[in-house]
């Protein structure tokens, strides 16, 4: 190759590599510039606060604020030394709307006893709107002697509940497991 060809090619060079970096330096730019851009979509959108439980999150789109269905707690026992009671007897609560109820358990007896809840339904059609996400009838119970346990419950009523449905009755039952010291131990 002579000088000037290879002075072209010199040339042609640079100027490939001043595009090149101009290049990237804007898409690190852009990147940057990116992060502030995502997070105010994300604020603007309300998806932001699906990731920070421990902030106040917006309001659930997904709640019927038109609609208010009456929640009637109700609490037994089957053969067992226990007091169990719910600390409300009622609310009313919107479908789509998360709500926490809680139930207090007392050991009476002078023995540790395990037993389980299992919980019923009325009217029997709003068991399938009725969706729990935590229970304490998840797990068997054990209480010790004279214990006192207040036990939470959280569920939501999907807004699919025909709207005939204005009250649902929430029961549960306790039961003994019996065997269930042998087994521990």
């Known amino acids: 190759m002579n000088q000037a060809a290879l002075a072209v090619t010199a040339d042609a060079n640079r100027q490939m590599l001043k595009k090149l970096v101009a290049a990237a330096v804007l898409m690190f730019g852009f990147g940057y510039a990116l992060v502030p851009l995502y997070e105010k979509i994300c604020e603007v959108t309300g998806v932001r606060y699906l990731f920070l439980p421990d902030q106040v999150t917006p309001q659930n789109t997904q709640v019927d604020y038109s609609r208010k269905i009456s929640m009637e707690f109700d609490a037994n026992v089957q053969r067992l030394a226990w007091t169990f009671k719910p600390a409300e007897a009622s609310r009313d609560v919107h479908p789509g709307e998360v709500t926490q109820i ?32 935590e229970c304490f009838c998840f797990q068997q119970q ?8 207040r036990m939470p419950v959280v569920f939501v009523i999907d807004p699919a509940l025909p709207k005939i449905v204005n009250t649902i009755t929430l029961s549960y039952t306790f039961f003994e497991v019996v065997g269930a010291q042998k087994d521990r131990g």
Do not use: C, M, W
Not at 109 to 124: E, F, H, I
Not at 142 to 149: A, D, I, K, N, S
């Open 102 to 133: 809680v139930y207090e358990i007392r050991n009476t007896s002078d023995r540790t006893v395990t037993g389980q809840a299992v919980p019923s339904y009325g009217p029997s059609e709003a068991t399938k709107y009725f969706k729990k996400i």
């Open 142 to 149: 054990t209480l010790g002697p004279h214990e006192v346990r």
